[in-house]
């Protein structure tokens, strides 16, 4: 099990933080948010330690990365492995395109659903609790979707398989909210940012590989058993990060204290609603993609998987570039350049296809779309969770709901769009440019960049 020795003692009535001291014994900090200084033998040279993951050392942090990224990668894993595999369910089935789309969107908006349900409980009743109940829900509906005879059990075994991968993505930018604040957080949540960016696009990849050696039943039953594996190794590996006397601080007791302390802030609504719109037209591309890419531009599942996995390239670029910049400049004027970008290069898209340029005219501009969403996210959490470390879980929940939530309403349009003429590039880019143009104006007309302050040490 992880040692949580090396975490600094909090006293669970009070709040307050003990740190042991060499020659005073111990010095005791009274402290709301985990924030503690050490003084030792001598305060002029003693360590300023500002938040509790302060004082974890690199391999066990590494250890943290490790898991929670895995926790983290477990929603888009779910929602984004089968991908592949949408025309061979279209053939078994026997039904439309749009139907197909559309477990994809009950699979999401279960996600956004349980995150809702996920985030203000751990911030009420810890971090454990709800990450082992609702992803033990996961490995159940994992099973039922790789059984479902019909059409409809496998929709609603989506919906429930959206539910159960919720607790892993909110909890873990909890945990790490918990344990680290300002430009640590950055870096901390930038990995986190790797993962859920990265993950969208490498899971079509992984399942295109798994359709070589078996049905698309068999997607589910890996599923399964990466929720199992997800399970036991939290309930071995993560300790409870978030001490009683956090879970009642004054402004913070209540469900709707804590909606309420988010959705007064003017900068959550507007970064709220960029991750939205940078989500939707993400998810707008991987709902249509499979379609565009081999019904279009015949590829084969292995090609299509490896499409995949150069853009997840541009993402990687993406959120550890912006890890460095934002840390330097802010995450507010890494989003004033990434969102410009993401209108550019949804627009060259539409363009070079009407132009007739082919396959590279839509592959070149949708590499530059997917390095700018990696740019985007980690800022939309640093500019999130670190105004709200009361509330991280529910701050948490609502950003992943409404990524997850908006994108499910708003992917399944290119399918709706194309229903005549059928999808082509031009369809896929419109949904992508509405949703940037939407994020470009809530970052200068809501977040006002130049209103936001500077991230502290």
């Given at each position: 099990?992880?040692?949580?020795?090396?975490?600094?003692?909090?006293?669970?009535?009070?709040?307050?933080?003990?740190?042991?001291?060499?020659?005073?014994?111990?010095?005791?900090?009274?402290?709301?948010?985990?924030?503690?200084?050490?003084?030792?033998?001598?305060?002029?040279?003693?360590?300023?330690?500002?938040h509790?993951?302060?004082?974890?050392?690199?391999?066990?942090?590494?250890?943290?990365?490790?898991l929670?990224?895995?926790?983290?990668?477990?929603?888009?894993?779910?929602?984004d492995l089968?991908?592949?595999?949408?025309?061979?369910?279209e053939?078994?089935?026997?039904t439309?395109a749009?139907?197909?789309q559309?477990?994809?969107?009950?699979?999401?908006?279960?996600f956004?659903?349980?995150q809702?349900?996920?985030?203000?409980?751990?911030?009420k009743?810890?971090?454990?609790?709800?990450?082992?109940?609702?992803?033990?829900?996961?490995?159940?509906?994992?099973?039922?979707?790789?059984?479902?005879p019909?059409?409809?059990?496998?929709?609603?075994?989506?919906?429930?398989?959206?539910?159960?991968?919720?607790?892993?993505?909110?909890?873990?930018?909890?945990?790490?909210?918990?344990?680290?604040?300002?430009?640590r957080?950055?870096?901390?949540?930038?990995?986190?940012?790797?993962?859920?960016?990265?993950?969208?696009?490498?899971?079509?990849?992984?399942?295109?590989?798994?359709?070589?050696?078996?049905?698309?039943?068999?997607?589910?039953?890996?599923?399964?058993?990466?929720?199992?594996?997800?399970?036991?190794?939290?309930?071995i590996?993560?300790?409870?990060?978030l001490?009683?006397?956090?879970?009642?601080?004054?402004?913070?007791?209540?469900?709707?204290?804590?909606?309420r302390?988010?959705?007064?802030?003017?900068?959550?609504?507007?970064?709220?609603?960029i991750?939205?719109?940078?989500?939707?037209?993400?998810?707008?591309?991987?709902?249509?993609?499979?379609?565009?890419?081999?019904?279009?531009?015949?590829?084969?599942?292995?090609?299509?998987?490896?499409?995949?996995?150069?853009?997840?390239?541009?993402?990687?670029?993406?959120?550890?570039?912006?890890?460095?910049?934002?840390?330097?400049?802010?995450?507010?004027?890494?989003?004033?350049?990434s969102?410009?970008?993401?209108?550019l290069?949804?627009?060259?898209?539409?363009?070079?296809?009407?132009?007739?340029?082919?396959?590279?005219?839509?592959?070149?501009?949708?590499?530059?779309?997917?390095?700018a969403?990696?740019?985007?996210?980690?800022?939309?959490?640093?500019?999130?969770?670190?105004?709200?470390?009361?509330?991280?879980?529910?701050?948490?929940?609502?950003?992943?709901?409404?990524?997850?939530?908006?994108?499910?309403?708003?992917?399944?349009?290119?399918?709706?769009?194309?229903?005549?003429a059928?999808?082509?590039a031009?369809t896929?880019?419109?949904?992508?440019?509405?949703?940037?143009?939407?994020g470009?104006?809530?970052?200068?007309?809501?977040?006002?960049?130049?209103?936001?302050?500077?991230?502290?040490?």
């Amino acid at each position: 099990m992880l040692d949580t020795d090396s975490l600094p003692a909090q006293n669970p009535s009070t709040g307050s933080v003990r740190i042991p001291s060499p020659s005073t014994g111990s010095v005791r900090v009274p402290s709301s948010t985990g924030a503690i200084r050490t003084l030792g033998p001598d305060p002029a040279t003693a360590p300023i330690m500002l938040h509790p993951g302060d004082s974890i050392p690199t391999r066990r942090r590494v250890l943290y990365i490790i898991l929670l990224g895995a926790l983290t990668a477990l929603g888009p894993f779910t929602i984004d492995l089968y991908l592949p595999a949408f025309p061979v369910l279209e053939a078994d089935f026997d039904t439309t395109a749009a139907m197909i789309q559309l477990t994809l969107t009950g699979t999401m908006i279960g996600f956004a659903l349980g995150q809702l349900i996920v985030g203000p409980l751990s911030d009420k009743v810890g971090r454990r609790i709800p990450l082992l109940s609702v992803t033990a829900l996961h490995v159940l509906a994992s099973v039922a979707a790789a059984l479902a005879p019909t059409l409809e059990l496998l929709s609603v075994a989506r919906v429930l398989q959206g539910a159960g991968a919720a607790a892993g993505g909110v909890v873990a930018a909890a945990i790490v909210r918990d344990l680290f604040g300002g430009r640590r957080l950055v870096v901390m949540l930038s990995r986190l940012a790797l993962v859920s960016g990265v993950a969208p696009v490498m899971a079509p990849l992984v399942g295109s590989a798994l359709l070589l050696v078996m049905p698309w039943r068999g997607v589910f039953v890996v599923l399964a058993v990466y929720g199992f594996v997800m399970l036991v190794s939290a309930t071995i590996f993560l300790p409870e990060t978030l001490p009683p006397a956090r879970r009642s601080d004054r402004g913070s007791t209540t469900v709707w204290q804590r909606y309420r302390s988010v959705f007064s802030d003017r900068v959550f609504i507007g970064v709220l609603v960029i991750g939205g719109m940078t989500f939707s037209g993400l998810f707008s591309y991987l709902s249509s993609s499979s379609f565009l890419f081999q019904l279009d531009y015949g590829f084969d599942p292995q090609q299509y998987g490896l499409l995949f996995a150069a853009n997840s390239f541009g993402v990687v670029v993406g959120v550890q570039a912006a890890s460095r910049l934002a840390a330097r400049f802010g995450p507010q004027w890494v989003m004033a350049w990434s969102t410009a970008v993401l209108v550019l290069a949804a627009s060259a898209i539409i363009v070079f296809d009407q132009l007739g340029f082919g396959l590279w005219g839509t592959v070149v501009p949708l590499f530059v779309f997917m390095t700018a969403c990696g740019f985007t996210f980690p800022c939309v959490q640093v500019l999130a969770l670190d105004r709200h470390g009361k509330a991280a879980g529910t701050a948490q929940s609502i950003i992943g709901a409404t990524n997850f939530g908006v994108a499910g309403i708003i992917s399944p349009l290119v399918g709706w769009i194309a229903r005549d003429a059928g999808i082509t590039a031009t369809t896929m880019a419109s949904v992508m440019v509405a949703c940037a143009i939407v994020g470009v104006l809530a970052l200068w007309f809501i977040v006002r960049p130049r209103t936001v302050g500077m991230l502290t040490p």
